[in-house]
């Protein structure tokens, strides 16, 4: 009779936890896995009707998203897609490499005929209202302390939100890290939308320089990394070496997006007197030690004191700015007329700098690749660069580049002096670079971004959507081992989540100036 007593207790058990299970699945807390984690690995007829059967589930507001979903997958046809791009800072008035990447792509997203609509924050007057065709959302932001080049945003006002729920896109491409990216990640869950992340700036490396001072800065920023990315569809790094460390970190579904440059701009036959002038205006015979991008103080611009010191005969031009420029004038003040900053450089001017100078110098351990280098390479310049971040995924030591250990400075001007003082190293390093950068063109970038990366975010997250809406096992999703491993890994996401928005509160303590690459 005691069993039979507690049979309608056992029931009401077992309802409840199914009710309390679905809800929790629906929200994501329980993010389910083994499915999802293999979605690429299955027969590509497998995951077609995987996605035929979530777009068939899919319901209002953005329902659209699923639509023609199958007809997109590899193997088929690949039509033209939306795409949602959500970008901080703006890559239209902020000047940096990561800014050119985007404008790029968009350029051969209109030649592939996809549609797009761009939402980032800008509070200069100049910012555009359209690019190549395709409208942006200007957004209002904030500068971020200490870094007044950055214009940042949260979406406080859900303009991006809006934009995207009217714009009913296929998917949703944010740019990480930062505070847009954690709206992205908010509009991308509430509207159901494939979600892929690009990471653009090493913030581990920022944070362990910037705010030391911080309890476990390091440690912090890689569980705010792991908060933001938990939820994307595909994190894209920009080299092997972030993916990596993406993984080691038990980040999932990274992938690496190329990058690419336009060879017929940056190129050897740029080369030209005048231009010599404008590099160093006092010593245009001399040898021109050159660096092009950010002015900042984690690009470690004073190791290449050490060279001019060695060599008498070299000078240093820095195209560029940044928020370390002023201090930076200063540290090579004793080395006079020697050292030219030449600002910044854009087009045509640009590309003669390069093919002009006789060498590229890249000092910095923070770059997630080093677009600059690529460039330099194409223009037909030796290179010698920091050991570090992604810069080793395009310099091959003692073929196209030579590599030193960071922060090494008499090991660095040593690696200068021998380029310098070696002809045929020169045209061997130059002749291999050349020829190295050409494998690297903004078309094929963009279309393996669009046809790898986009549509695998596409099949994950209709895997995923099928996956929930099939429902679980009730109360033994609780008590059986795999499914107990997912929700404890869930719960401490969601923490971390949580936590990275108090986390975010330390940007508005005086730092010392963050960037983003």
């Known amino acids: 009779m005691r069993r039979l007593s507690d049979a309608p207790r056992l029931l009401v058990l077992l309802a409840l936890a199914r009710a ?8 994501n807390w329980l993010r389910p896995g083994a499915q999802a984690d293999s979605i690429d690995k299955k027969p590509r007829r497998n995951v077609a009707k995987a996605a035929q059967r979530a777009a068939s589930t899919i319901r209002g507001g953005v329902g659209d998203v699923a639509k023609g979903v199958a007809n997109r997958l590899p193997g088929r046809r690949k039509g033209p897609l939306r795409i949602a791009l959500l970008v901080e800072p ?10 050119n990447r985007f404008k790029e792509q968009l350029k051969y997203l209109k030649e592939f005929g996809d549609e797009v609509a761009v939402a980032t924050p800008d509070d200069k007057p100049e910012a555009p209202d359209e690019f190549m065709g395709y ?31 009217r714009f009913k896109p296929d998917v949703i491409h944010a740019s990480s890290p930062g505070f847009f990216a954690l709206a992205a990640t908010g509009i991308a869950k509430a509207l159901d939308v494939p979600l892929v992340l690009s990471y653009h700036t090493h913030l581990p490396v920022y944070a362990e320089r910037y705010a030391s001072w911080l309890p476990f800065s390091r440690s912090s920023a890689w569980l705010a990394i792991k908060a933001a990315h938990a939820f994307a569809d595909v994190t894209l790094v920009t080299s092997p070496q972030i993916m990596d460390e993406f993984k080691q970190h038990h980040i ?5 997006w190329q990058k690419g440059i336009d060879v017929d701009i940056f190129n050897p036959e740029f080369r030209d007197a005048a231009t ?12 021109i030690l050159l660096y092009v991008g950010r002015i900042s103080v984690e690009k470690r611009l004073e190791d290449v004191a050490e060279v001019l010191r060695a060599r008498p005969e070299t000078v240093f031009s820095i195209v560029g700015g940044g928020p370390h420029e002023a201090e930076l004038r200063k540290f090579f003040a004793e080395f006079g007329d020697r050292v030219h900053f030449v600002g910044v450089l854009r087009g045509e001017a640009l590309s003669k700098a390069y093919a002009s100078a ?23 310049l030796p290179i010698v660069a920091a050991d570090a971040g992604g810069i080793p995924s395009i310099v ?15 090991a660095f001007a040593a690696a200068c002096g021998r380029v310098l003082d070696d002809a045929g190293m020169r045209e061997r390093l130059t002749t291999r ?9 903004w078309r094929a970038a963009t279309k393996n971004l669009r046809e790898e990366h986009y549509y695998s975010a596409i099949r994950r997250h209709a895997a995923l959507k099928r996956e929930r809406d099939n429902g679980g096992a009730g109360i033994l999703s609780y008590i059986w081992p795999r499914r107990m491993r997912l929700w404890t890994g869930q719960l401490r996401r969601y923490f971390s989540f949580v936590f990275l928005k108090f986390y975010a509160l330390a940007a508005w303590v005086p730092l010392r100036g963050m960037s983003a690459g």
């Open 20 to 27: 309390f299970h679905r809800p929790l699945r629906s929200r």
């Open 90 to 99: 703006t890559p239209f008035t902020h000047v940096s490499g990561y800014a």
């Open 135 to 165: 409208p942006i959302t200007t957004l209002e932001g904030f500068r971020f302390p200490l870094y007044a080049h950055l214009c940042l945003t949260g979406d406080f006002k859900g303009e991006a939100r809006r934009m995207v729920e």
């Open 252 to 256: 999932r579904n990274v992938k690496v």
């Open 276 to 287: 010599r002038n404008v590099l160093a205006p006092k010593n245009p015979s001399k040898t």
């Open 358 to 380: 006789d060498m590229f110098v890249m000092p910095s351990d923070s770059e997630t690749l080093g677009f600059v280098v690529i460039e330099a390479m194409a223009s037909g």
């Open 396 to 410: 091959d030591h003692e073929s196209n580049g030579i590599l030193v250990k960071p922060g090494d400075t008499k």
């Open 433 to 441: 670079g050349r020829s190295d950068a050409e494998g690297w063109s």
